[in-house]
């Protein structure tokens, strides 16, 4: 009898999805297989949803003036969760996003800390901190080109690329094949975001809201686990910005979608779980930019019943956020409290 995740990690045997066979050991960093919904009766259904990204004691900071700290008790992206990110200009947002996007490297070396993405939102789990430590650029490079969807506030296309090779580029650096597949997807994109007169045009000569359009399209066409938008429509007017996010919401269905903005409203009106980086500013100078805890805890929308999960997120199991330390392991500035 195949066994459910649940049992193949507690007895550390499952199903090798390679060889088909069940009861043989899984080799490490292999995925067990994702059966369809319902194919163990109610035991796989009463199983809480795995974290695509779970961050837990990280922080960041900068040198420079009084001094910077970001710090980040407890994060957890869970798959199909739309959550936002909000704040005032100069808080973090942006760092935050940056470090989830494994283009910011966060402080190493402190007590405790966390941070770990899952491949493909249900496969190998990767510890990022680990990486980084040991110099692997090639493994976070995989998890960049494959797993995770940017869309940047002014659009960041390149602008010696056709907006066609714009959105094409995440699906090439990921190796997707090239055919009629992948054109189809680009044709749907092109029609549903209403950029399909734009695609042999260059940046320069388009407006604004249609680069971010586009950037949407160049985060979804590659199918990545998660995607991370950093104010997608801070430059836009208000009747764009919410045809923008809207496209965002129904083309990215099933995709975590982690986003930082200023307009709170709108995000709460969408359904996003809000999360706030305060800034504090500190008697003796700097600043120090904390992650606030979310009002619920966990995956969101658990089914009754459901079986409680250890990485469901609700308070730092290891003490609160100030007691992250007094001093930064690389010498950096570290505020006190």
Known sequence: MVKTEL??????RGMDSTAGSPGLPVREGTPLRDDPPGAFGSAKANIAPRPVVSVRRMAKTRQGGAGYCLMVSSLKVFPGERLALVGQSGCGKSTLLDMLGLVLRPDMGRPGSEFRWRRGGKGEVVDVLASWRSGDDGRRERIRRE???YVLQSGGLLPFLTVRDNILLPARLKGSPRGDELEGSLSRLAVELGIGHLLKKYPGSVSMGERQRAAVARALIHRPAI??????TASLDPPTAAKVFDLMLRLSEGIPLVVSTHDRPRVEGLGFKIREIRCLDLVRGGIKAVLSFPEGSGPPSL??????DRDSESQDPEGP???FGDADPDGAFYPER
């Open 7 to 12: 049992e193949a990690k507690r007895d550390g």
């Open 147 to 149: 797993d995770i969807g």
């Open 227 to 232: 995607i991370i938008a950093d104010e997608p």
């Open 303 to 308: 089914a009754k019943g459901t079986e409680p």
């Open 321 to 323: 956020l100030e007691d």
